[in-house]
Structures are given as C-alpha cells and as structure tokens.
Nanobody
Framework: EIKLVESGGGSVQAGGSLRLSCVAS????????MSWFRQAPEKAREWVGR???????NYADSVKGRFTISQDNAKNTMYLQMNSLKPEDTAMYYC?????????????????WGQGTQVTVSS
C-alpha cells in the first residue's frame, strides 16, 4: 500500500520561506508523477506544481519563480521549497501521486494523497 506523509508546514510572515516534505512509503514505481496541491477553506483544490520520474518539473503561474520542487529518490521524498511567501499562499498543502509519468493538473488523476500540512502566511 502506498502512503504519503507531508510535513514542514507552519506559520510565517509574508516574504518568508518554508520547505515542505512528502515521504512516500510502499512506492517503488519506476514511472510516476507527483504533484503538490493546496486548498484554502471553502475554495477549490488548486494544483501547485509537479515532478515526474524523469525529473521534469512544472508549476502553476501563481508560484513560478517562488516555489521549487525537487526529489531525493534515496529517501523516497519530494520537497516543495517555498520562497517569497504571500498571504494568498495560505492553504493546506497536499502531495499526490500517480503511477504513470504523464502528469496532469486535475486532482482526479491522482490515486494517492497525503493528509496535508498547513501553511499560514501573515501580512
């Protein structure tokens, strides 16, 4: 069984930085796509960015230039480095995975989800 666990969230002032981690257990697929999503209360879940098994990354326009996704395969961990944080970045952040290397922005394409980690950015 695949399990994803996020960590690293917290409270930070605007302009600050946080690094989120997503540790995947039971995940031994050679081809995959992993994405970060976020969701604020009463709002739709929003795709943030992704990385696939080939190391290719892509990001939502709202976070380009500020967020960076990376992975450490030896640790089965994906990271989301968030810099220059803004109040509108406040949300619950989730990691998600699918077992193919063709990536999608829609949350329905992802089979596995973590429980989320809260990020709060104050003005």
């Amino acid at each position: 069984e695949i399990k994803l666990v996020e960590s690293g969230g917290g409270s930070v002032q605007a302009g600050g930085s946080l690094r989120l981690s997503c540790v995947a257990s039971g995940f031994n697929y050679r081809r995959y796509c992993m994405s970060w999503f976020r969701q604020a209360p009463e709002k739709a879940r929003e795709w943030v960015g992704r990385i696939n098994s080939g190391g290719i990354t892509n990001y939502a326009d709202s976070v380009k230039g500020r967020f960076t996704i990376s992975q450490d395969n030896a640790k089965n961990t994906m990271y989301l480095q968030m810099n220059s944080l803004k109040p509108e970045d406040t949300a619950m952040y989730y990691c998600a995975a699918r077992t193919e290397d063709i990536c999608y922005l829609g949350s329905s394409y992802y089979n596995y989800w973590g429980q989320g980690t809260q990020v709060t950015v104050s003005s």
